[in-house]
């Protein structure tokens, strides 16, 4: 039995749009038939996804928001033993979203069909990424689902908790410069030559300050559109050339190679790298695919490809935490707790200890960036009104020689 998304019409022509379970096409047919509604269009839900996914899509996945949501449902009805096909039935009429009820009953369907739940969840990668399936599967093999349900649960909220911390946080300053620039712009393109192109007119010189600040008006007002246009363009170029890999990798490295900035970048993929490979190594995955699953987490390409390359000194017999040494890329309290867990037994523990260390310390960091930045906006707007006002001010000071 499968998910299907089916387009109808009802004897008055008005078209209909739903969800139905059936065994085939056909057989969703005959149910909307027999409900007096007309098939136009019936498209299984795994089918639609993978057409979906091959195609261009300004939205591919599910937020990040409501997969924790998801996992929080599923993991509160397993651990009341509820089973898992009416585990996701339910949570699929919980859900207000048409895409995300199609795709959890799309999983449901393949769980009612005899596999397993992972299986369900790989018809859908760009909804469930590779640790969430990697670490439902181990759960399933070592039967203990719900458990492992309720990791991802609180592994899930408390990344979104992180994303949404740091974008709150830069909400402000993001708002205060674009006011800025718009703003001075408005100021230079309109207000500026009304009240400075009195002074043109005299035949003494006009001060220098004044006479840049009429260059600068006069500038931005003949040539705006192509500022944009040439802005845009330098956006689009230097986007499209991070995406080629050794562009993008030599600016990573330089990241991290930058003293503030570098410890930012650095403190939040150690501390994603290491509470995904928590989760993993808590969840039954074996150490060597956790690690591979849990590099994938990373953003900057030299830290993963540190990850990487440590994972196949492991293969080889080393330890983690001297294979992640190596690299010089991690934090050192980062290192010396998997040295610690790797030696007490407790890697899954000083993982978690780590990743709260990071996410602390990326935290402080923030806010110490923000607490200086905001500040500084708000000086740099300041002097530039007041440069404004001078250049306004300073003829008028001089009227009397400007008016002979």
Same mark, same amino acid.
């Given at each position: 039995?499968?998910?299907?998304?089916? !387009?109808?019409?009802?004897?008055?022509?008005?078209?209909?749009?739903?969800?139905?379970?059936?065994?085939?096409?056909?057989?969703?047919?005959?149910?909307?038939?027999?409900?007096?509604?007309?098939?136009?269009?019936?498209?299984?839900?795994?089918?639609?996804?993978?057409?979906?996914?091959?195609?261009?899509?300004?939205?591919?996945?599910?937020?990040?928001?409501?997969?924790?949501?998801?996992?929080?449902?599923?993991?509160?009805?397993?651990?009341?033993?509820?089973?898992?096909?009416?585990?996701?039935? /339910?949570?699929?009429?919980?859900?207000?979203?048409?895409?995300?009820?199609?795709?959890?009953?799309?999983?449901?369907?393949?769980?009612?069909?005899?596999?397993?739940?992972?299986?369900?969840?790989?018809?859908?990668?760009?909804?469930? *990424?590779?640790?969430?399936?990697?670490?439902?599967?181990?759960?399933?093999?070592?039967?203990?689902?719900? %458990?492992?349900?309720?990791?991802?649960?609180?592994?899930?909220?408390?990344?979104?908790?992180?994303?949404?911390? !740091?974008?709150?946080?830069? %909400?402000?300053?993001?708002?205060?410069? %674009?006011?800025?620039?718009?703003?001075?712009?408005?100021?230079? /393109?309109?207000?500026? *030559?009304?009240?400075?192109?009195?002074?043109?007119?005299?035949?003494?010189?006009?001060?220098?300050?004044?006479?840049?600040?009429?260059?600068?008006?006069?500038?931005?007002?003949? =040539?705006?559109?192509?500022?944009?246009?040439?802005?845009?363009?330098?956006?689009?170029?230097?986007?499209?050339?991070?995406?080629?890999?050794?562009?993008?990798?030599?600016?990573?490295?330089?990241?991290?190679?930058?003293?503030?900035?570098?410890?930012?970048?650095?403190?939040?993929?150690?501390?994603?790298?290491?509470?995904?490979?928590?989760?993993?190594?808590?969840?039954?995955?074996?150490?060597?695919?956790?690690?591979?699953?849990?590099?994938?987490?990373?953003?900057?390409?030299?830290?993963?490809?540190?990850?990487?390359?440590?994972?196949?000194?492991?293969?080889?017999?080393?330890?983690?935490?001297?294979?992640?040494?190596?690299?010089?890329?991690?934090? *050192?309290?980062?290192?010396?707790?998997?040295?610690?867990?790797?030696?007490?037994?407790?890697?899954?523990?000083?993982?978690?200890?780590?990743?709260?260390?990071?996410?602390?310390?990326?935290?402080?960091?923030?806010?110490?960036?923000?607490?200086?930045?905001?500040?500084?906006?708000?000086?740099?707007?300041?002097?530039?009104?007041?440069?404004?006002?001078?250049?306004?001010?300073?003829? %008028?000071?001089?009227? =009397?020689?400007?008016?002979?």
């Amino acid at each position: 039995m499968g998910a299907f998304e089916f !387009i109808a019409l009802d004897k008055a022509g008005k078209e209909s749009k739903g969800l139905l379970e059936g065994d085939t096409p056909k057989h969703v047919r005959q149910i909307l038939r027999e409900r007096d509604l007309l098939p136009v269009q019936v498209t299984e839900v795994s089918q639609k996804e993978a057409k979906r996914q091959s195609t261009f899509s300004l939205r591919r996945g599910i937020s990040t928001g409501e997969l924790a949501l998801i996992t929080r449902q599923l993991a509160s009805l397993s651990q009341s033993g509820l089973p898992l096909e009416e585990a996701l039935l /339910a949570v699929s009429q919980q859900n207000d979203q048409p895409r995300t009820k199609s795709i959890l009953l799309g999983v449901r369907s393949k769980v009612m069909e005899g596999h397993t739940m992972a299986d369900g969840l790989s018809e859908f990668p760009q909804a469930f *990424p590779e640790l969430y399936r990697a670490t439902i599967a181990a759960g399933e093999q070592s039967g203990h689902l719900d %458990i492992v349900l309720e990791r991802l649960a609180d592994y899930t909220e408390a990344r979104q908790e992180l994303r949404q911390r !740091i974008t709150n946080a830069m %909400i402000y300053p993001i708002t205060l410069v %674009i006011m800025a620039v718009a703003i001075i712009s408005f100021m230079l /393109a309109t207000v500026v *030559p009304k009240i400075v192109g009195v002074f043109e007119n005299t035949s003494a010189e006009l001060p220098g300050l004044t006479r840049g600040m009429i260059a600068t008006s006069d500038f931005l007002r003949d =040539n705006w559109l192509w500022l944009i246009i040439g802005l845009g363009a330098f956006v689009y170029g230097v986007w499209r050339l991070l995406q080629k890999d050794g562009p993008k990798r030599r600016y990573h490295r330089f990241m991290l190679s930058m003293p503030v900035f570098g410890r930012l970048t650095r403190g939040i993929n150690t501390a994603r790298f290491t509470r995904t490979f928590s989760i993993l190594t808590g969840s039954g995955v074996p150490v060597l695919e956790a690690m591979k699953i849990s590099a994938e987490v990373i953003e900057n390409l030299p830290m993963r490809d540190a990850v990487n390359e440590a994972a196949i000194r492991v293969r080889e017999g080393g330890s983690i935490s001297k294979s992640l040494e190596m690299s010089k890329l991690f934090p *050192p309290m980062m290192i010396h707790l998997v040295s610690s867990g790797e030696a007490g037994g407790r890697l899954e523990e000083m993982l978690t200890r780590a990743a709260d260390g990071q996410e602390r310390e990326v935290n402080g960091l923030i806010a110490a960036l923000l607490g200086i930045l905001e500040p500084l906006l708000i000086v740099f707007m300041g002097a530039v009104v007041l440069t404004i006002v001078l250049a306004i001010l300073l003829p %008028i000071f001089e009227i =009397n020689n400007l008016i002979q």
